[in-house]
């Protein structure tokens, strides 16, 4: 069984692979003050009912990348595999810097080039919104960053003296008749907003329209307010994406 990780700045998400099969998903939080041997205990929790036999990484918490390469690799026998632009990816970065690019738009670039036809528009909404554009040649452009929907509401309430931190939840409606509501729609329905203007405006840059493909917890929620639908929602992407990469480097790994 092939294990993927990805460390992202609220969780660690991890899902397990029976060659092609998706098995399970397993969830850590991002805890920078853990050490080594704290997650060498959780993930001998975790993963004590899977025979896992190799894993691949991607981070984009830098304090935690190689603690938690350790731990893997301590509690299960092997030298995982760390997602970098170097790696054999299928997929040209033709950013201006592609060391700059995290690991997982690699990997969502990855899956998407692999998964569906012509050029691509990966949003992914988690701590931050991001865009990942792939065009029809497979060559990552680039993309969008955003702050994401949590990071929104965390901002409002920490900015200012009056606005409480609300839960993410439906808006109602677009004039909010009462705080949470203003928060809602302005959230909510802001990003849906900026989702759609983006979209219109990345395709007039590509040259060429899209597959607009979703992953992330909140794509469900944003769904309801676009002009435009989403194309697909793929919650594992960026893990599909992980496990190509894997397969693509599992011959001669560079760690």
Do not use: W
């Amino acid at each position: 069984m092939l294990l993927t990780a990805d460390i992202g700045n609220t969780n660690i998400t991890l899902g397990i692979f029976d060659g092609e099969k998706y098995v399970n998903e397993l969830r850590l939080a991002s805890d920078k003050d853990l050490s080594k041997e704290e997650y060498e205990v959780l993930l001998k929790s975790l993963l004590k009912d899977y025979k896992i036999d190799s894993c691949v990484i991607a981070s984009v918490v830098e304090e935690l990348s190689i603690k938690f390469k350790k731990a893997v690799d301590k509690v299960l026998n092997l030298d995982s595999l760390f997602v970098d632009n170097e790696l054999n990816l299928n997929v040209r970065i033709k950013t201006d810097n592609p060391k700059e690019v995290g690991a997982d738009r690699i990997a969502n670039a990855v899956a998407a080039s692999k998964n569906y036809k012509g050029a691509v528009i990966v949003i992914d909404f988690g701590t931050a919104t991001s865009f990942d554009i792939i065009n029809s040649n497979r060559e990552f452009l680039g993309g969008v960053i955003a702050p994401g929907i949590n990071t929104q509401i965390k901002c409002l309430k920490n900015s200012t003296s009056k606005l409480p931190k609300i839960d993410v939840s439906i808006s109602p409606r677009a004039i909010g008749h009462n705080t949470n509501e203003a928060i809602l729609s302005g959230v909510i329905r802001g990003t849906a907003c900026m989702v759609d203007g983006l979209i219109a405006q990345c395709e007039e840059e590509l040259g060429e329209k899209a597959t607009i493909v979703a992953t992330g917890g909140y794509c469900g929620l944003i769904a309801n307010y676009l002009k435009r639908p989403f194309d697909d929602v793929n919650p594992i992407l960026t893990l599909e994406g992980l496990k190509e990469i894997y397969i693509l480097n599992k011959t001669g790994v560079r760690v």
